[in-house]
């Protein structure tokens, strides 16, 4: 009988030298090296939501049912999916449901789409959110290393879709890090998108343990970094959730580092457990915690900083920042508290950097 490894790490260490599938291979998770302390079972009262409902959340919903989109609000069982939607908002998931990686904080399912693209999906996504009227639309995708280009076609090509059906749209792209390759990152720029987003997700020491083995910390610096390289013009935007076992330090040196590749916006979050399937959280950050990370983000000159528990990277705060600037309101109209973008964003700390 072939012998069974339950990790990848047994299977190399192993006498035997038994192989893995070639899918195995590709889509293995590494598991932590640590034990991971135990699971946290209540979370605090600053972390409780609504259930949504309501005329909006509903009429965004039927719409993109009826177009048979995907939504990562959805996939990936964001806690604001009741108030981003009764406002108005949502973020896009193209390229299917299917992700080829497999991060371990991650709801979205993993596996080989082996090549399948939906080629009528921009003209879908560009009709969703003409029906919708949105000013801001996130579009994000799930990772693609079965394409050549990692789908960045694709996504530029619902970009201009999108801009095409609806000018002076604001386009946000989520993307992955298209294995670091340059002329992938330009092909998504050059559909022109309003922000060029990509998230470094956790602090560096904790990457390899949380996220997919291909996917490194320096990697996502560099994609940030050749993104401001190719568009300076343009705002390019990081997310980071806290929770997970790292150290206020870490968070720190994090944000110092995302400012140095010239990323604009930097929203951070606090990491909320999927299903027991997925890894444990191991503190619950509070919210004058993140009112500190706010501060450090502002004193480093980030232009916008959105740093709450409840904030996620497609959260509305910062696209509220970015509409308002894009319209040609001030700043420090922003950093004030306009009473539109206030009154949504109530668990959100809206700042003007420097």
């Known amino acids: 009988m072939q012998p069974h490894f339950q990790t990848w790490r047994e299977w190399r260490g192993s006498p035997t030298g038994t192989r893995l599938t070639d899918e195995q291979e590709v889509f293995r998770v ?35 049912r009826g177009l048979g989109l ?14 981003c939607w009764s406002h108005g908002t949502a973020t896009v998931m193209i390229l299917g449901d299917t992700c080829t990686r497999g991060c371990r904080f991650c709801a979205v399912n993993s596996g080989n789409p082996r090549g399948v693209v939906d080629r009528s999906e921009p003209e879908h996504v560009a009709r969703a959110i003409a029906g919708l009227g949105l000013k801001y639309v996130v579009l994000t995708m799930v990772d693609r290393d079965d394409l050549p ?17 609806q000018p002076g749209l604001l386009v946000e792209t989520l993307v992955g890090d298209f294995a670091g390759r340059p002329d992938d990152i330009a092909t998504v720029l050059q559909a022109k998108p309003e922000v060029f987003a990509h998230n470094i997700e956790v602090v560096r020491r904790l990457t390899p343990l949380v996220r997919d083995r291909r996917c490194t910390y320096e990697r996502s610096l560099e994609v940030l970094a050749e993104a401001k390289r190719f568009g300076a013009s343009r705002y390019v935007k990081s997310s980071l959730m806290v929770g997970v076992g790292e150290t206020d330090g870490e968070v720190t040196q994090t944000l110092r580092d995302l400012r140095r590749v010239g990323v604009d916006i930097v929203t951070l979050g606090q990491y909320l457990r999927p299903s027991e399937k997925h890894l444990a959280v191991q503190s619950y950050r509070t919210p004058e915690e993140f009112e500190g990370w706010q501060q450090q983000g502002m004193d480093m000159g980030f232009a916008f900083v959105a740093s709450g528990p409840l904030v996620r990277s497609s959260y509305h705060a910062a696209e509220a920042f970015v509409a308002a600037v894009g319209e040609g309101s001030a700043e420090a109209e922003v950093a004030a508290g306009v009473p539109e973008i206030a009154g949504i964003v109530p668990t959100a700390r809206l700042v003007r950097g420097r």
């Open 30 to 64: 590494e598991p932590a090296q640590s034990k991971p302390k135990p699971a946290l079972e209540r979370k605090p009262a600053w972390l409780k939501v609504r259930a949504p409902g309501g005329e909006k959340y509903t009429k965004v919903k039927q719409t993109l």
């Open 70 to 83: 995907h939504t990562v609000c959805e996939e990936a069982r964001c806690p604001n999916v009741g108030e």
């Open 149 to 165: 280009d990692g789908g960045a076609d694709h996504v530029a090509q619902t970009v201009r879709a999108l801009h095409d059906v």
